[in-house]
């Protein structure tokens, strides 16, 4: 593990006395924000199937545990090797069909058991509700996903993917009916069951819905780029182009994305 062990050196370099100011100033609360932006750039690396920034997103993610390890290790309150063993520790208790005894019959029996073992850890076990613990502050579709799932575990799920269709069908109904009142509450409300049905449809399906609609929001950037590409072959700006010409060139941009 040399490689790490220069890694933390470095780190821990940065951080002392004749260090990097900046690096030198941070703590736990600080660092948020780039671990859920280095999260992200990661993601956006997988989606892209580029290995060159994988490797480099995967080690921003890393400095982020590194960085945050040696911040504790400074307060006295943990080190990275602790991390490493409290990670290697869950992984092996949450895993008895490959480290004991325990029998599983394919991927979704090993989900329901993982979640019961998970319930049975320390500072979970008095948890008032099994979605204690899932923090409110996760993308709002993940966190959708996360709620859901969880109940579904307890049985508290539709049957099948056709009554979330039903689903979505009543809440557009009742979208249309709160548009047509312009009641803006009632809209809000509205769109937000349809939404959350909608997730609800895709986890039925196993369709990651954050994937899915990250995927059409850059098929849709790639065709808006065309429109403005044409816009500015005829000099003229995007905003004065006839609805027409708009709808052409996105239909041949559709073909090809």
Known sequence: MKEMDRLIKVMERL??????????AQNHKSMIKGLIEEAYELADAIENENADEMMEELGDVLLQVVFHSIIAAEEGEFTLNDVANCLADK??????????????????????????LKRKENGK?????????????LPALLYALKIQSAASRVGFDWDDAAGVLGKIREEIDELSEAAAANAADRMEDEIGDMMFSVVNLARKIKVDPEAALRRTSKKFSSRFVDIEQAAREKNIPVSEMPMDEKERVWQAAKRRY
């Open 15 to 24: 951080r002392g006395p004749g260090g990097c100011p900046w690096d030198a």
């Open 91 to 116: 992984l092996i208790y949450r895993h008895p069909h490959v480290f004991g005894e325990k029998q599983v019959n394919g991927a979704d029996e090993v989900i329901v058991n993982w979640e019961k």
């Open 125 to 137: 076990r008095d948890r008032t509700s099994i979605l204690s613990g899932i923090p409110e502050t």
